[in-house]
């Protein structure tokens, strides 16, 4: 095996080494380098480049699980909202959703009940209660259908769900992970009482070793294929594929409250403000097949969403209307759901930890499932369950990841108009909407990006919609960024405004940028 940069050996040692950089993959990686754990973590793509990046962007209990009884998954998903709003009040942000009555599905009694519940077994302090609406009356109701008289107000919360992603790798990477995105583990063999673990980089770099006494398998969707193909355990891994898939289409009302919808199939749907100027509709429910890397929107599935949101809005939404669509595969725990043949929607969301550590041998953790919501408490279990397994070493205690923010999200959670008048203050040259988004996408860190600039003309090259050289140099300097890919769509979503030309101009600046050196010096 060819050396390494630096100080670093052709068989380096960690405590802990992560397949998956996805949400649960970075979140696992930031709380066990912040308890002093040696952490490795490897990425065959960019960062939340999967399922992590194809969410509805909520940070939310799960309204409809209640009807499945999993009353532990919903009270722990609602408890984490005010936690993530606290850690990251640049990229969680609070938002009302609308359920109307729908007179032929749930009854009154039942929504009501629901709600009751959702109000009240989660800890809730900062956000909104629920309340009752007249249609007729309230400014909620004028997008919607005449049939619709009443509806039920609730919260939940937004986020940016590719920048959790990134935050949390990047908060790990400050205090001593080794983060290496497009690096495919080509295979993991227990090797005496640890892991020997191969990579290879994406870019054709000599492969390269490192060896782990605790190998953790956070792959998503990808979960079965690791598990055969580079641990090369012969049983099949207990995974259910359901694809989601959700529409982008020019904004369908005025106001910035969102929706979410029944169904006759008693699947449930979302209709939220998306980027100013669009609207998100989403998610559907289907098992997939095949590979994850190739889940694409289906006809089938864009017609479902905009007949079914037709249903309830005034205005009709076609599929020439539709702007964007993008799709993930959920990798759900499925030892007994698809044997039994139920619907794909009532497939568990909880996750659920598998540990093979027997007869001594190295300990192989695999995970399954999971929501955005609850990745932080999903560390805190991973971290848990491998405790006997690992040193004790000097770092903060259990449970600190809901109290430290997130790099950029070192303000007030109520505190994102303050921060930004002190942001225009800095930077009055700026637009106030391109401030808003620096500010929405980094937080405190947007001072970073921005520099010492005081004109337009400091910021270099304006590649259109208010995305400048300056910033594709901090993400190609602090979050991995290579591609245009990786920020027109996953750390930003400029690429709703850029056209093609445009776009073609931002990945070439960004292969250019590549070349360069990361910079690791997010705070933690």
Not at 126 to 152: A, C, H, M, S, Y
Not at 218 to 231: F, H, I, K, L, R
Request: proline letters at 5%; charged letters at 25%; glycine letters at 10%.
């Amino acid at each position: 095996m060819a050396a390494l940069p630096g100080n670093q050996t052709s068989a380096d040692r960690y405590d802990i080494a992560i397949i998956g950089g996805g949400i649960n993959g970075c979140g696992i990686a930031r709380d066990a380098t912040g308890r002093g754990q040696r952490v490795f973590l490897c990425e065959q793509n960019d960062l939340g480049s999967g399922t992590s990046s194809a969410s509805t962007k909520l940070i939310h209990g799960g309204l409809r699980y209640l009807e499945y009884y999993e009353f532990r998954l919903v009270r722990e998903a609602l408890r984490e909202r005010e936690v993530l709003w606290g850690i990251a009040p640049h990229i969680v942000r609070p938002l009302r959703f609308l359920l109307p009555y729908h007179r032929k599905l749930r009854p009154q009694w039942l929504l009501r009940l629901g709600l009751f519940l959702y109000d009240n077994i989660g800890g809730r302090k900062l956000l909104p209660p629920t309340r009752t609406v007249n249609l007729r009356k309230d400014i909620v109701g004028q997008p919607l259908k005449p049939d619709f008289t009443t509806g039920f107000e609730y919260s939940d919360c937004w986020v940016e769900d590719s920048r959790l992603v990134v935050l949390n790798a990047a908060a790990a990477s400050a205090m001593g992970a080794r983060i290496e995105p497009r690096t495919r583990c080509v295979s993991a063999v227990r090797e005496g009482d640890g892991w020997l673990v191969t990579l290879e980089p994406a870019d054709g770099g000599a492969r390269y070793e490192i060896r782990a006494k605790v190998l953790i398998n956070a792959a998503g969707p990808w979960v079965d294929a690791v598990t055969q193909n580079v641990v090369r355990d012969n049983h099949r891994a207990p995974v259910r594929l359901v694809q989601g898939s959700h529409i982008v289409v020019p904004k369908l009302y005025d106001h910035d409250g969102c929706y979410i919808f029944q169904n006759e199939d008693k699947r449930i749907f979302f209709v939220i403000p998306y980027e100013q100027d669009f609207t998100l509709i989403g998610t559907t429910d289907r098992d997939y097949q095949g590979d994850p890397a190739k889940v694409r929107a289906s006809e089938e599935e864009i017609a479902y969403l905009c007949r079914s949101a037709s249903d309830y809005l005034r205005t009709p939404v076609t599929p020439d209307m539709v702007h964007w669509t993008y799709s993930g595969v959920r990798p759900l725990y499925a030892e007994h759901e698809q044997a039994s043949g139920s619907a794909a929607q009532a497939a568990t969301r909880d996750y659920v930890l598998k540990l093979d550590d027997e007869a001594g041998a190295a300990p192989l953790l695999t995970i399954f499932g999971g929501k955005i919501t609850t990745y932080r408490r999903l560390a805190e279990s991973v971290m848990e369950k491998l405790g006997a397994h690992l040193d004790r070493r000097q770092g903060r205690a259990a449970g600190w990841t809901g109290e430290v923010p997130l790099p950029g999200g070192e303000f007030p959670r109520q505190g994102f108009e303050r921060e930004l008048a002190q942001l225009s203050g800095l930077y009055g040259f700026l637009p106030t909407d391109v401030l808003r988004r620096l500010l929405r996408l980094y937080g405190t860190r947007a001072s970073v990006l921005l520099g010492n600039a005081r004109s337009i003309g400091d910021l270099g090259r304006n590649f259109g919609a208010g995305l400048f050289e300056a910033e594709l140099r901090y993400l190609a300097q602090y979050e991995w960024a290579r591609r245009g890919d990786d920020v027109l769509w996953r750390r930003t979503k400029l690429g709703l405004r850029l056209d093609e030309a445009q776009r073609a101009a931002v990945d070439v600046a960004m292969q250019e940028l590549a070349s360069g050196p990361r910079v690791a010096e997010l705070t933690a």
